[in-house]
């Protein structure tokens, strides 16, 4: 069972960049597809982005595209998420989430590890 520890969130101001961090212990993540949601208060947890495990392939959320590049260092066991140009409707937790698989997946019950989440707060 691998571990997946999430960092790198924090409070930005609109127009601002952040970047998260995922990093897997415990397994090497180069056979995972792998995911970023994100769960606003008193809302579900929706899809952000996926990369599959060869990174040939990636996936953006619509309201996401343009501003959000998720990319993979299997050397590191690490994710990342850039966000640029964040948007108070950006505000959420932000989950980590791994599938062990070729494919990926917009949907959550699809995936069966996960971190604990890390805080992305802007400001208007």
């Known amino acids: 069972q691998a571990q997946l520890v999430e960092s790198g969130g924090g409070l930005v101001q609109a127009g601002g960049s952040l970047r998260l961090s995922c990093v897997v212990s415990?397994?090497?993540?180069?056979?995972?597809?792998m995911a970023w949601f994100r769960q606003a208060p008193g809302k579900q947890r929706e899809f952000v982005s996926a990369?599959?495990?060869?990174?040939?392939?990636?996936t953006y959320e619509d309201s996401v595209k343009g501003r959000v590049t998720i990319s993979r260092d299997d050397n590191k066991n690490t994710v990342y998420l850039q966000m640029s140009n964040l948007k108070p409707g950006d505000t959420a937790v932000y989950y980590c989430?791994?599938?062990?698989?070729?494919?990926?997946?917009?949907?959550?019950?699809?995936?069966?590890?996960w971190g604990q989440g890390t805080q992305v707060t802007v400001s208007s």
């Open positions: 989430a791994a599938v062990n698989t070729g494919y990926i997946y917009r949907l959550p019950e699809l995936y069966d590890q």
């Open positions: 990369i599959t495990w060869s990174g040939d392939l990636t």
């Open positions: 415990g397994r090497t993540m180069r056979n995972y597809g």
